[in-house]
Structures are given as C-alpha cells and as structure tokens.
T-cell receptor, first 116, second 113 residues
Framework: KNQVEQSPQSLIILEGKNCTLQCNYTVSPFSNLRWYKQDTGRGPVSLTIMTFSENTKSNGRYTATLDADTKQSSLHITASQLSDSASYICVVSGPLVGGSQGNLIFGKGTKLSVKP | DAGVTQSPTHLIKTRGQQVTLRCSPKSGHDTVSWYQQALGQGPQFIFQYYEEEERQRGNFPDRFSGHQFPNYSSELNVNALLLGDSALYLC????????????FGPGTRLTVT
C-alpha cells in the first residue's frame, strides 16, 4: 500500500533555532516528492519539489533532502521565525499520467510551533 | 496574475442535503484536482479534471461528482451528505505537461450537522 509517514507529529522550537522534519514513503513507482507548508485553515503552499534524481533542494531557509534508495526525505528549517509556525506536509507522486501528475499521496503533516 | 480561487469560503449543511463547491484555476492552468482534508489529516485525492473529463479518481464514493467547464473552472458536488463529509475541500490547478507543480486554493470549509 502506498503510504507517506511523517515524524514527528508535532514539534515546538524556540525562535532562531533549527529543526528537521522527517518523511518516509512506500510509494512505488515514484515520480517526485514535494514539501508543502500549510497554515491553519488555508491551502498548502509548495516549498520544494524533487525528482528521484535530486538529492537536495533549497528554498531560502528551507532545505529538503531526498534519498530515493531508502525512500526517505527530510526538511530542514534554518533560523526559525514565528511565521514558520504551520503544518509541513510531505507529498509523494506516482508516475506522470498523460503529462500530468499522478495520484498524490499526502502525509498527515508535522505541526510546527515556533515560540518567541 | 490571479491564483486559485474557491467559493464559498465556509458552508454549513444538514445531513442528507447536497452541496456544490466551486473552483477557478490559476490563470493559464487547464487541470483541476480536488482534495478532501479532514481535521488533523493530510489531504485525500478525490479526482482530477482535464478537458472537461474526469481523468483520475481517488477512493471516494459516487456521491462525489464533479464537472469542468470550457473556461477550466470546476465544480465539486456531494450528494446525500454525511457527518463524515465535514472537512476542508481543496482545489488545486496545474498545467498539463508541466507534470509537477500544483497550486492550491484557500479551500472551502464544509460543516455537516
């Protein structure tokens, strides 16, 4: 069964600190892996997208890594800010179908709270 | 450049009723996907529309149906509402051939009482 598991479920850190969120998946075949940031009650916003051939991708203070062999990814947040408080969702896509993304499998997300 | 828009923002319905949610894709996009997100859960894929046809479907009953119009906007219809249908319904748009990038709308919060 295609699954995406994220850990930890929730995390509280102090402003300015770094943190790393984990994502393990069993989706196969695999096309790409994405990290989204979702504020409460809002739609997800894309942070990074990586194909199986990419090991790392950065977007400002966000750096995602991917190990396609072990089917693991991580999202590292550097120098956290209060505005980083949100849910971070790992999403894995199967192969493209007719040029469009296949069925996206979403993790349940990690709820990050950044405290002053 | 308008992003993905959804209406209404919030909706309260009674069990057994029917509901229609609407989505306008990001300018230049031609594909619309719908997702259901229960509280504390990740979004679940409902279906995807392209060229006014359903191209892919997730594991949702036939009570969930959709439509895409010639201007690429889309509707999600849910019949015979159940309490368990209460969720945030997200619409995402993309451009066929681009493969990877989907842009999400703000969602419609549906509450079934």
């Amino acid at each position: 069964k295609n699954q995406v598991e994220q850990s930890p479920q929730s995390l509280i850190i102090l402003e300015g600190k770094n943190c790393t969120l984990q994502c393990n998946y069993t989706v196969s075949p695999f096309s790409n892996l994405r990290w989204y940031k979702q504020d409460t009650g809002r739609g997800p916003v894309s942070l990074t997208i990586m194909t199986f051939s990419e090991n790392t991708k950065s977007n400002g203070r966000y750096t995602a890594t991917l190990d396609a062999d072990t089917k693991q990814s991580s999202l590292h947040i550097t120098a956290s800010q209060l505005s980083d408080s949100a849910s971070y969702i790992c999403v894995v896509s199967g192969p493209l179908v007719g040029g469009s993304q296949g069925n996206l499998i979403f993790g349940k997300g990690t709820k990050l709270s950044v405290k002053p | 450049d308008a992003g993905v828009t959804q209406s209404p923002t919030h909706l309260i319905k009674t069990r057994g009723q029917q509901v229609t949610l609407r989505c306008s894709p990001k300018s230049g996009h031609d594909t619309v996907s719908w997702y259901q997100q229960a509280l504390g859960q990740g979004p679940q894929f409902i279906f995807q529309y392209y060229e006014e046809e359903e191209r892919q479907r997730g594991n949702f009953p036939d009570r969930f149906s959709g439509h895409q119009f010639p201007n690429y906007s889309s509707e999600l219809n849910v019949n015979a509402l159940l309490l368990g249908d209460s969720a945030l319904y997200l619409c995402a748009s993309s451009l066929v051939g681009s493969g990877y990038e989907q842009y999400f709308g703000p969602g419609t919060r549906l509450t079934v009482t």
